[in-house]
């Protein structure tokens, strides 16, 4: 009940902190977002990637595997994409897309694989292991668009842009709003049965609550800890796939602007819940919308987003430790 | 002092006086209260009622700092050393206030006491021995009145362990006031000037160490000896787990089992008794596939249903389908049914009686009763071939554990082969056709409880 009201509550003071006129901001922050039919496209766009990384760390957080490597799978997911999307020119359009997106997902599968594997046979911390393969990734990246996938036409460090018939089909030119964004509440309910309904995800929540007891009920658990991290880059690597197939189709340095650690938050703030997570993404798709309009004040937009968005998960993780010390206490 | 966690009280209106120059063992089982009460004289646990005095002066301890500056000193059971430090950089890091003069005093003090002490070697490369001999420099440095040693030759080698209790009778004559915290009857009379036997979180019996047999203390430490504890065998059907010459080996390569032989039945109870932490859990994870499959139809109950037994965040339901996950009654290809699992749950919190209101609430929302007959129901419910029990009725009501006594019998009449470990004697006797004593690892059979008691060899 209070989550709305605290968020507005750390909104109105990061605005106040920053000291930006207080209504202006706040109006103008809303407009940016749900004030037209531009401003709700923008969001829904905005927040696609963020939800889709958020449902990939909850899959691995569920399992007690920290993965903050979402950036690097989101990567190596759309360079793997990339690669595929080169080679499969001759394919029929119909095919080329859903062969683009499968490749992204198995390659953030595969890169979040490595972290997996370096866990199950060295016991590498994965926290570690997945921030430094981060770095590898994005250089990665950089190497491709200007080596092996850089376009023929000219010397600016990008990719060939994928056909336009293979992308996403544009539900709305004006603000071009794909049709990939779909596919997100549809991946946040595929998640949601797996964690909920099916023996896998019971699995799955067991080891990351007590990998003792998942033992002793005779649950391998490296294993599922390791088809957790890979469920998780999968996600991630999808991620960029939709965006990569929503958007010109074009790799680059910058592909993105950070959406695996953004996405973060955004799952912490959905209490890892998979359904929420789809809320969550909202409000911060919502918020990285309207910045842009923000951006009238200077260069405070976006950075009044990001500082808002660190202070209410502070803010949300600390208060609900303290819910949970309070009924402990009341039992006791 | 007495001291309660919830319900339970820990310490029950203890008395235990501490004299300098003197060895005072306090013995008893597992739950016995040991910890409680090492935690309020380090500090680190206020009683609830009662006080601590020195001579006239009452003495009232906020946190383990002040029991230090008081003049307590710990040698933890588990060794509170940086792996990465040095032995040096350890002592420095512990000591209190000025620590320039660490190595110096360091050296003093194991020259005193004989020792050979390499203070530049890194902690991570020490033997146990060797750790053990740091942490109790440490504790000297600070130069107190009492040292409080909690179960420290748990992990010692026989001659490490001779070392440490010619050391603790060389601070005895120094005038310390030593505290040996053990469950081993053989060294509380070996180098106790006085013992003090808790039972329950009350002190059975505190008096001298001098006469008193080891049998004697062994009763006081467990209650009354059994009528019988050997049954014949009753009904046993053909062996379904023979393991034969099986010994496992501890973290740092001790022996924790060794070479241990013995058939399981269809249809009997075997019992394996003894004071805990000579190999029973370690047995019984073995047993139950825990450490690298056996068998499919494994049923197990660990010892520390918190620890090993529940995800206690997540509901009753989920806990219940731990080990069931994969029966036809809930699960089709490994999809959930929502009212299979209801209707299967609901039958199961039936039918072994566990209090709840919902079987969505978290299971730390249960009683530890009952959060015990969660474990216990999802291992006995799917009939199992074999079952594997640890203390499965610690913490439980009499009503409850004669529920769980009743329903391994049934499981036996059914012809499943059940190995029954158990730290009480009388359980055993009520439940076992035959019964081990686990000491150092080994299995011993024989008919006089009290000589088979942990420790004696």
């Not at chain 1, 959406?259 to 929420?276: K, M, R």
């Not at chain 2, 383990?64 to 032995?87: C, E, S």
Request: include cysteine; charge should be neutral; charged fraction near 20%.
């Amino acid at each position: 009940m209070l989550l709305p009201f605290g968020l507005v509550l750390i909104l109105a003071l990061t605005i106040l902190i920053f000291g930006l006129p207080f209504g202006q901001s706040l109006q103008l922050l809303f407009e940016g977002a749900l004030g037209d039919k531009f401003g709700i496209h923008r969001t829904i766009l905005k927040c696609a990637p963020l939800i889709m990384v958020a449902l990939g760390t909850i899959v691995a957080w569920r399992a007690g595997m920290f993965n903050i490597g979402g950036e690097g799978q989101l990567i190596f997911g759309v360079c793997v994409g990339g690669w595929i999307a080169a080679a499969a020119g001759g394919l029929p359009a119909g095919v080329q897309t859903p062969v683009i997106l499968i490749a992204c997902g198995l390659g953030g599968a595969l890169y979040a694989g490595i972290a997996g594997w370096l866990h199950a046979v060295r016991g590498v911390n994965v926290v570690i292991s997945t921030i430094l393969l981060n770095f590898v990734a994005l250089h990665l990246l950089s190497y491709l668009v200007r080596g092996p996938l850089q376009t023929s036409a000219g010397t600016i460090p990008q990719s060939e842009p994928v056909d336009k018939a293979v992308r996403f089909s544009i539900l709305d030119p004006q603000t071009a709003l794909h049709f990939g964004v779909l596919l997100v509440p549809v991946f946040a309910v595929i998640v949601w049965f797996l964690l909920k309904h099916t023996t896998g995800g019971l699995k799955l929540r067991l080891v990351g609550a007590n990998p003792n007891a998942a033992r002793a009920s005779r649950i391998g658990v490296t294993r599922v800890q390791v088809i957790a991290l890979m469920l998780s880059g999968a996600l991630c690597g999808l991620a960029g796939g939709i965006e990569y197939l929503g958007s010109s189709g074009i790799l680059f340095d910058d592909f993105s602007p950070g959406w695996g650690f953004l996405g973060i938050p955004v799952a912490l703030l959905a209490g890892l819940h998979p359904l929420w997570a789809v809320v969550s993404g909202l409000y911060f798709g919502a918020l990285f919308a309207g910045s842009k309009n923000l951006e009238a004040f200077g260069a405070t937009g976006s950075a009044l987003v990001y500082a808002m968005q660190g202070a209410a998960v502070l803010a949300f993780v600390a208060i609900s430790r303290f819910a949970v010390r309070q009924t402990e206490e009341a039992k006791s | 002092m007495t001291k309660r966690f919830g319900p339970v009280a820990a310490l029950d209106k203890v008395d235990i006086a501490l004299y300098p120059g003197e060895i005072h063992a306090v013995l008893g089982e597992n739950g016995a209260g040991k910890s409680t009460l090492v935690g309020i004289l380090s500090g680190n646990l206020t009683p609830d009622d009662g006080d601590l005095s020195l001579g006239e002066r009452k003495l009232s301890f906020r946190s383990a700092r002040d029991a230090r500056k008081f003049g307590v000193d710990i040698v933890q059971q588990h060794f509170m050393l940086v792996p990465a430090f040095t032995v040096a950089e350890n002592l420095a890091l512990f000591a209190l206030g000025d620590s320039s003069r660490v190595v110096e005093h360091a050296r003093e003090i194991a020259d005193r006491l004989g020792w050979n002490l390499d203070l530049r070697a890194r902690a991570a490369d020490l033997s146990v021995g060797a750790l053990q001999r740091v942490e109790i420099v440490k504790a000297l440095m600070s130069d107190g009145r009492i040292l409080l040693l909690d179960e420290p030759t748990a992990t010692l080698t026989p001659n490490e362990t001779e070392d440490l209790f010619r050391v603790m009778r060389r601070l005895r004559e120094e005038g310390k006031a030593i505290v040996l915290i053990t469950h081993k009857l053989q060294e509380a009379l070996s180098v106790g000037d006085r013992v003090t036997v808790l039972r329950r979180g009350k002190v059975v019996v505190s008096m001298p160490a001098q006469g008193v047999s080891p049998g004697q203390l062994a009763v006081w430490m467990v209650g009354d000896t059994p009528p019988e504890l050997n049954k014949p065998l009753r009904s046993a059907g053909s062996t379904v787990v023979n393991v034969a010459g099986l010994s496992i080996f501890g973290e740092r390569g001790e022996t924790v089992v060794d070479n241990v032989s013995f058939s399981l039945s269809a249809g009997e109870i075997v019992g394996f008794g003894g004071v805990s932490g000579n190999g029973q859990v370690e047995l019984a994870e073995a047993l139950a596939g825990v450490r690298g499959s056996i068998a499919d139809d494994v049923a197990y109950i660990p010892e520390d249903r918190q620890r090993d037994g529940l995800a206690l965040p997540m509901s009753i339901s989920d806990n219940l389908l731990a080990s069931a996950r994969n029966r036809k009654e809930v699960s089709f290809v490994g999809v959930l049914v929502p009212f299979k699992v209801r209707s299967w749950c609901e039958r199961v919190v039936a039918k072994f009686g566990i209090k709840t209101d919902s079987i969505d609430a978290p299971a730390s929302s249960l009683s530890g009763g009952n959060q015990q007959k969660v474990v216990v129901a999802r291992a006995l419910d799917s009939e199992p071939e074999i079952i594997v029990a640890v203390n499965p009725t610690r913490g439980l009501d009499i009503v409850a554990e004669n529920y769980v006594h009743s329903q391994l019998l049934e499981a036996k009449r059914r012809g499943a082969a059940i190995a029954l470990f158990s730290t009480d004697l009388e359980e055993l006797a009520l439940l076992a056709d035959r019964t081990f004593i686990m000491s150092g690892g080994r299995l011993l059979q024989g008919d006089n409880a009290a000589e088979l008691m942990g420790g004696l060899e």
